[in-house]
T-cell receptor
Framework: DQQVKQNSPSLSVQEGRISILNCDYTNSMFDYFLWYKKYPAEGPTFLISISSIKDKNEDGRFTVFLNKSAKHLSLHIVPSQPGDSAVYFCAASLSAGGTSYGKLTFGQGTILTVHP | GAGVSQSPRYKVAKRGQDVALRCDPISGHVSLFWYQQALGQGPEFLTYFQNEAQLDKSGLPSDRFFAERPEGSVSTLKIQRTQQEDSAVYLC???????????FGPGTRLTVL
């Protein structure tokens, strides 16, 4: 049973445009969400996170939106750059005191390609 | 500074062999996690250590999988009598405390023939 799902295996975007990556979850106990980026032959790198007490968190070009009622989150990258081309994973966890409880449940990943 | 390192980076084993995968976390990090990533999938949680204590091993798929962190630093994931379905990338992550950002190593790609 896949508790965190990324239904788009791939996304192709032109440089300078917006990239929107989507993620759905089924476990209503999850209350802390993260996005990781992964280049080939490297481990995942943390990008941005959001607690369920918020519906938006922004860090530079990256914004994560959380819709708790729909059990859906999205990552917006504006403007997209060729160096953003990578696999993006969303992850979910329980939280304690507003931070992740540590054990992460990942989606399957979305391959983002940003064309110059 | 030095990140999380894992060795070997690649391991080929014959079915039935035992393997040991090593993780060197970031110095001073209390928390250490192991994940298994099958081809085309996201990482799946295997086990969690806080210092030398293994607090969660709920993700270990069978009793052939064993992890240890005897001195609260380096960790080893051991797989006994490897099977083809064990073929995957094994990722290690460390964090300064349980809820903090997890920093991942590059992984060990295990191929069982």
């Amino acid at each position: 049973d896949q508790q965190v799902k990324q239904n788009s295996p791939s996304l192709s975007v032109q440089e300078g445009r917006i990239s929107i990556l989507n993620c759905d979850y089924t476990n209503s106990m999850f209350d802390y969400f993260l996005w990781y980026k992964k280049y080939p032959a490297e481990g995942p790198t943390f990008l941005i996170s959001i607690s369920s007490i918020k519906d938006k968190n922004e860090d530079g070009r990256f914004t994560v939106f959380l819709n708790k009622s729909a059990k859906h989150l999205s990552l917006h990258i504006v403007p997209s750059q060729p160096g953003d081309s990578a696999v993006y994973f969303c992850a979910a966890s329980l939280s304690a005191g507003g931070t992740s409880y540590g054990k992460l449940t990942f989606g399957q990943g979305t391959i983002l390609t940003v064309h110059p | 500074g030095a990140g999380v390192s894992q060795s070997p980076r690649y391991k080929v084993a014959k079915r039935g062999q035992d393997v040991a995968l090593r993780c060197d976390p970031i110095s001073g990090h209390v928390s250490l996690f192991w994940y298994q990533q099958a081809l085309g999938q996201g990482p799946e949680f295997l086990t969690y250590f806080q210092n030398e204590a293994q607090l969660d091993k709920s993700g270990l798929p069978s009793d052939r999988f064993f992890a240890e962190r005897p001195e609260g630093s380096v960790s080893t994931l051991k797989i006994q009598r490897t099977q083809q379905e064990d073929s995957a990338v094994y990722l290690c992550a460390s964090s300064s405390f349980r809820g903090d950002t997890q920093y991942f190593g590059p992984g060990t790609r295990l191929t069982v023939l």
